[in-house]
Nanobody, 115 residues
């Protein structure tokens, strides 16, 4: 089992940047698929970025070229660099981990973008 804690959210101006962090506790971190989802008010949770245990990265089309995901297996951490933020990027961003059929979620960190 793994516990996830996000940080790094906040208020940023349109076009600004943030770095979101996710600290994971537990064993076998390197075996997990890690990623980020987000949920905007009144909308369903959606995948933002995913990084496989082998390091393959997948992004939602709406963030490709603006967001970059990293994982540091030595530090049990996942980062999401978010650039060129738009007002529609406003959401709670959740870190998640998947191993076999088990999903784990953090409590989220809020990103607000002012226009």
């Amino acid at each position: 089992q793994v516990q996830l804690v996000e940080s790094g959210g906040g208020l940023v101006q349109h076009g600004g940047s943030l770095r979101l962090s996710c600290a994971a506790s537990g064993s076998s971190f390197s075996l997990y698929t890690m990623g980020w989802y987000r949920q905007a008010p009144g909308k369903q949770r959606e995948l933002v970025a995913r990084i496989s245990s082998g390091g393959k990265r997948t992004y939602a089309g709406s963030v490709k070229g603006r967001f970059t995901g990293y994982r540091d297996n030595a530090k049990n951490a996942v980062l999401l660099q978010v650039n060129s933020l738009h007002p529609e990027d406003k959401a709670v961003y959740y870190c998640y981990a998947r191993l076999q059929a088990n999903d784990y979620w953090g409590k989220g960190t809020l990103v607000t973008v002012s226009s």
